[in-house]
């Protein structure tokens, strides 16, 4: 099985501050297409997950322009630009190139 | 609007059976890869398993921990997904949500597995 790393497991961000959070596969993401399919998802507190980026870099309809995502590989990288107050939750990366499909352990964000 | 709506979930004991559902709205129901996603208590998100549209003969993968006791199916005349589940084990007590993966999840329903 592909095992998602997550760094950091926490942060604290002061609000109008940048916040990245890091994602490693132990086994490259490129598909046989040539897409890499490596999600990162946001479970606010009490909520289900909401998608924020598919196919490594791609915003999903409707989530703010201060997230982005890039990568390749095996290395991936979510970036927050300027944290709000409602970017609070559990940051997850996910990869569905190989099954079993497989998520990172969560990153908690936190607003100082 | 897309909505996924789960049901069924409750308190069952273990070696017990339970039948989770997911009412599909908003979308294509027909054409869509359905997935199960469970996040147990102060654990992160687990893939439990999958099932690929008609066109792609309704083929299901799982999960190492569910394979065999878990199955997927779905009525797409009624825009429905379900998870059977069977043999039900303590560590299988979490939330459990529907999703496309790519886009929309539903609000989850919570199965504990309890004597």
């Known amino acids: 099985d592909i095992v998602m790393t997550q760094t950091p497991l926490s942060l604290s961000v002061t609000p109008g501050q940048p916040a990245s959070i890091s994602c490693k596969s132990t086994q490259s993401l490129l598909a046989s297409d040539g897409k890499t399919y490596l999600f990162w998802y946001l479970q606010k507190p009490g909520q289900s997950p909401q998608v924020l980026i598919y196919?490594?870099?791609n915003r999903f309809s409707g989530v703010p322009d201060r997230f982005s995502g890039s990568g390749s590989g095996t290395d991936f990288t979510l970036k927050i630009s300027r944290v709000e107050a409602e970017d609070v939750g559990i940051y997850y990366c996910?990869?569905?190139?190989?099954?079993?499909?497989?998520f990172g352990q969560g990153t908690r964000l936190e607003i100082k | 609007e897309v909505q996924l709506v789960e049901s069924g979930g409750g308190l069952v004991e273990p070696g017990g059976s339970l039948r989770l559902s997911c009412a599909a709205s908003?979308?294509?129901?027909?054409?869509?890869?359905m997935t199960w996603v469970r996040r147990a208590p102060g654990k992160g998100l687990e893939w439990v398993g999958r099932?690929?549209?008609?066109?792609?003969?309704?083929?299901?993968d799982f999960a190492a921990p569910v394979k065999g006791r878990f199955s997927i199916s779905r009525d797409d005349s009624k825009n429905t997904l379900y998870l059977q589940m069977n043999s039900l084990k303590i560590e299988d007590t979490a939330v459990y949500y529907c999703t496309t993966i790519r886009s929309s999840w539903g609000q989850g329903t919570l199965v504990t597995v309890s004597s």
């Open positions: 099932i690929k549209s008609k066109t792609y003969g309704e083929t299901t």
């Open positions: 196919d490594t870099s």
């Open positions: 996910m990869q569905h190139t190989h099954l079993p499909v497989t």
């Open positions: 908003g979308f294509t129901f027909t054409d869509a890869w």
